[in-house]
């Protein structure tokens, strides 16, 4: 009799599909990134991204506070200073924007959640690119490393378990490794921006931090069309001492988030950005989607390729949906 395999079996009801799920995807699993601007005194919604602001000091906690409630893993925290210059010393200062919140969300919550800060320089420079600039307007490196240093010593001292350096900078796991150490920060782990690409999926993101930029980033981000590339940066980041590692953007790398997960003795993050979220935004609110199905398929996806943490804007709302 024809056919002999019938795998639809095993979808026939709600309770036999979960039962035989192979990814699964849980509040815990979701980190949520969140924008707190200096000086604001409401939030300031961001167009770009419907549902997404730069808050206040004060609604950034409520939203914090929200956020783990609903069961969300972890919190990563972007600072929007009132005013940059060109070495973003905004980013060092104790009284800086994001180290005044950090320290408000520790208070807050203690260790009932996993407290991350964006180590990079980007949100602070007048000219927006991620380290100090040389004579020539190049991005330098070895400078720009000293400056991470000292920024990741004033984000676990305001309050951070975890660091996230994202710059791309070459050797900026060490160093901040050897100054954590040298400051007795041993327990501040590091979530190392492995594998960052140049994306254009990046647009939103720099309405959200207000970014000066101009021009682009693809001296020190990676290629869109390198693979390989990433598997070395991955290697280095992790004889450097990551505690885990990022795949970013999300989406268009899921073969890269793969191939990170298959070599990977630590955990594996990826950041469904900013671009990805204002897709699938705009495409539900012209009807063309349905959001909340669409929103756990994107997320399903990237667990299924190999993420053990996905950063992602709808973290609270999907924890939700999840319980």
Not at 63 to 81: H, K, S, T, Y
């Amino acid at each position: 009799m024809f056919p002999e395999h019938r795998p639809r079996r095993l979808r026939t009801t709600p309770a036999m599909r979960r039962l035989v799920s192979e990814t699964t995807l849980r509040p815990r699993q979701l980190i949520l990134p969140l924008f707190v601007a200096e000086g604001a005194t409401a939030p300031r919604p961001i167009s770009s991204m419907p549902g997404v602001v730069q808050h206040t000091r004060d609604t950034l906690r409520k939203a914090a506070v929200e956020a783990v409630r609903a069961g969300v893993g972890g919190l990563m925290l972007f600072g929007i200073p009132a005013e940059r210059d060109a070495t973003g010393s905004g980013a060092i200062d104790e009284n800086g924007i994001l180290n005044v919140a950090l320290r408000d969300l520790r208070s807050e919550l203690g260790d009932s959640t996993v407290l991350m800060a964006d180590t990079c320089l980007d949100e602070f420079t007048d000219h927006g690119h991620c380290g100090v600039l040389d004579d020539r307007g190049a991005v330098d490196n070895d400078a720009t490393l000293e400056l991470y240093a000292r920024m990741a010593v004033a984000q676990v001292a305001a309050g951070a378990h975890v660091v996230g350096p994202s710059g791309m900078m070459d050797g900026q796991v060490g160093v901040i490794r050897r100054a954590l150490d040298g400051a007795g920060h041993t327990d501040a782990a590091i979530l190392a921006y492995s594998a960052k690409y140049a994306s254009a999926f990046y647009g939103p993101f720099r309405e959200a931090v207000d970014s000066q930029l101009k021009g682009d980033r693809k001296s020190y981000q990676q290629d869109p069309g390198n693979a390989r590339e990433a598997l070395r940066e991955i290697e280095l980041d992790l004889e450097e001492g990551a505690d885990a590692i990022m795949i970013k953007p999300a989406l268009s790398y899921l073969d890269i988030l793969r191939q990170a997960a298959d070599a990977s003795p630590v955990p594996v993050a990826a950041y469904n950005i900013s671009g990805e979220y204002a897709m699938v935004e705009a495409a539900a609110a012209n009807g063309w989607l349905d959001r909340e199905r669409t929103i756990l398929e994107v997320l399903t996806s990237i667990r299924r390729a190999g993420a053990d943490m996905i950063l992602t804007y709808w973290a609270t709302e999907a924890a939700a949906w999840l319980d």
